[in-house]
């Protein structure tokens, strides 16, 4: 699925994903392909992105997650990759 991710400056992260994890302020949420449309608040916490090769990880502050047909778009105050 396309996931990007956005803070409120750039776009931090853009491409094909196999899941996204985040924790929301309801709990944790994992997002795979055909996910129905929602929207999620986040906690400042990280969100994880699973991709076919390995992971990657961004902290996300002040975050909601964007669920649409064809895939999330992550929206943050501020986005940090964690190496």
């Known amino acids: ?3 990007k ?3 409120s400056e750039r776009e931090v992260f853009s491409g094909d994903v196999k899941g996204l994890f985040a924790r929301g302020v309801e709990g ?3 997002i795979l392909s055909r996910h129905a ?3 999620f608040a986040l906690v400042d916490a990280p969100v ?3 991709l076919e090769d390995g992971q990657r ?3 996300v502050r002040n975050g909601l997650i964007d669920v649409r ?3 999330a778009i992550v929206l943050g105050d501020e986005v ?3 190496a």
Do not use: Q, Y
Request: charged share 20%.
């Open 48 to 50: 994880r992105v699973v």
């Open 69 to 71: 047909r064809k895939g």
């Open 37 to 39: 449309p929602a929207a």
């Open 80 to 82: 940090v990759e964690v």
């Open 5 to 7: 991710i956005l803070s």
């Open 57 to 59: 990880t961004f902290h």
């Open 1 to 3: 699925m396309e996931c």
């Open 28 to 30: 944790w949420v994992g």
